[in-house]
């Protein structure tokens, strides 16, 4: 580092405001800075060993309680050496192959290039006359998007901030495009909900995404319009129960809104039989709503793509880029079949987008968003499909796949694993239950599985999610990491069974110490030094 770039680390930004400013006079701190942050961001990635340090939040919090946020620190160096031990220290790696918990992808470098420009830019896509060339670039990812899903040369959509503004865009638009055809009702937008608001119903399968009650509660409806439709063996949404659902709603005086059809469920990644549900939608004219958040990236898959069949029916759809298409958080759209529905999200304000403008058909985006102002996202797609190309992107989601595959298979071996079905998209769902084991109870075992995945997080080892079915508490693994290999599955598979058999013989030790027949202690009530893995105890030794 030469010396010019030393002070410029080692400037204080406080005492001079406008050497703050990202501007042409600035580019050598600019630059500096850059090429530190990058330095500090290798250096901690070399350094990552697990997907987590398995702090508390009780551990970490008392380091936030006495910072001065009134008083900036001296430099970029000071800034940089606060966030190591205040986040990338004890942040989540989604990059690590043993993190296998939540919808969260690693990110490709194209994604991660373009964030760093558009940062640095700045742009805002509401109005052309703040975007430009950025408007474009949304527009025609819009329409790339579109094309794929096979929704028509009508279709049009928005770029928004994740899967539950989506779903709360499209069930907007379902809601306003139902009230405006009922009698003597001029419009939501003018003059609020109708009388018959209160009976609008929206339907969903029983394991759909919960953002749809919240989208109803927001859009004056509640969380009880939307009616939960049951699911078959795959636990995808049954076309018969739902046509069950649909002349009971009738029958009982209620408007159905919309039909919510899910292409990947958290937790169990099963795609609803869109064609039936869109034929059934057609047929009775009810808005077909797809929520492809997960599964929306099988658009790039050569060999799972048609899983996707029926889309091409929706009204609406919501996809992430973000999760199957490896792009930096966040990164999503609501698209629609007719692009004329997006009215309902339009007002015309004379110092943004005056309505002239758009008779003279200039495209403010501003116009069919939720939002105003708006980060250029649509840029890191834009600029993965460029280096990439779309089947790169395919063929990694197909990667994990394969690999959910072969983890079902080391999970269905397991003796003391129960999994709950062979796998749709990349998730499995299952938990450590050792059948000849029959001094615990079903909430016991479900206590068991808790302290199992406390125990993995604590430890760092690995990071799993948990779920309920049936009541009963299960662990999950979502993948979407290409680097995880099936040898990754087969040690955290092996992690859990070691805290489980630690788990049921720490019960034993407590049901013998305490001479309580059958069902013993709870797992709650085992001293909390006999719930400590072994691996926690050498952890916390080494840092003693």
């Not at 400037?11 to 400013?21: E, F, I, V």
């Not at 990644?269 to 034929?279: E, F, N, T, V």
């Not at 406390?454 to 993948?479: C, N």
């Amino acid at each position: 580092m030469s010396d010019a770039q030393t002070d410029a680390c080692a400037r204080s930004l406080s005492s001079s405001p406008r050497a703050a400013l990202f501007s042409p006079a600035n580019m050598d701190a600019w630059q500096t800075g850059m090429d530190r942050i990058s330095q500090l961001v290798a250096e901690q990635l070399d350094s990552v060993q697990k997907p987590f340090s398995g702090i508390t939040p009780e551990a970490l919090r008392p380091a936030f309680a006495d910072l001065d946020l009134e008083t900036p620190l001296e430099n970029l160096e000071a800034g940089l050496e606060e966030l190591k031990s205040l986040y990338l220290k004890d942040a989540v790696y989604f990059h690590h192959p043993r993190y296998i918990a939540h919808l969260n992808c690693p990110v490709v470098l194209p994604g991660v290039w373009a964030e760093s420009l558009l940062g640095a830019i700045n742009s805002s896509l509401d109005t052309w006359d703040q975007s430009a060339g950025g408007t474009l670039i949304e527009q025609r990812l819009i329409d790339w998007t579109t094309e794929r899903l096979g929704l028509g040369p009508t279709a049009d959509g928005i770029f928004t901030s994740g899967g539950t503004q989506s779903n709360l865009m499209a069930l907007l638009l379902a809601r306003d495009a139902v009230c405006e055809k009922l009698p003597n009702h001029p419009g939501n937008q003018t003059h609020g909900l109708p009388p018959e608001a209160g009976r609008l119903r929206v339907f969903a399968s029983g394991i759909s995404h919960f953002s749809l009650q919240k989208a109803c509660a927001l859009l004056g409806l509640g969380h009880n319009a939307v009616i939960p439709v049951a699911v078959d063996e795959r636990r995808r949404m049954d076309p018969v129960a739902l046509r069950d659902a649909l002349d009971n709603a009738r029958a009982e005086g209620l408007i159905p809104m919309a039909v919510v059809a899910t292409a990947g469920t958290t937790d169990f990644g099963s795609i609803d039989p869109l064609q039936a549900i869109g034929r059934e939608c057609h047929a009775r004219g009810i808005w077909f709503h797809v929520d492809g958040a997960y599964g929306g990236g099988l658009i790039t898959s050569r060999r799972h793509g048609h899983w996707l069949k029926g889309t091409e029916m929706a009204d609406s759809v919501t996809i992430d880029y973000h999760k199957t298409f490896f792009q930096p958080v966040s990164c999503s759209a609501c698209v629609v079949r007719d692009r004329t529905q997006l009215r309902h999200v339009t007002y015309h304000a004379d110092y943004l987008n005056p309505e002239l403008q758009a008779r003279e058909g200039t495209p403010d985006q501003v116009n069919k968003s939720l939002q105003t102002t708006r980060r250029f996202d649509a840029l890191k797609l834009w600029m993965t499909l460029r280096l990439m190309g779309a089947d790169a992107l395919g063929d990694m989601l197909d990667c994990v796949i394969d690999l959910t595959r072969e983890g079902y298979q080391l999970l269905e071996a397991a003796p003391d694993i129960d999994v709950v079905q062979a796998p749709e998209l990349s998730t499995l769902v299952f938990r450590f239950h050792d059948a000849s084991e029959e001094t615990l109870s079903a909430e016991q075992w479900d206590a068991l599985n808790r302290e199992i995945r406390k125990r993995l997080s604590r430890s760092g080892e690995a990071i799993v999610a948990a779920t309920k079915v049936s009541g009963r508490q299960y662990l999950k693994f979502t993948l979407l990491n290409p680097e995880t290999r099936q040898e990754d599955l087969a040690a955290v598979v092996e992690l859990i069974r070691q805290h489980g058999q630690a788990l049921v013989k720490a019960h034993h030790l407590a049901v013998s110490t305490t001479a309580q027949p059958n069902h013993g202690a709870p797992l709650a009530d085992i001293p909390a030094a006999s719930r400590r893995s072994h691996t926690t105890e050498a952890k916390e030794s080494r840092h003693a």
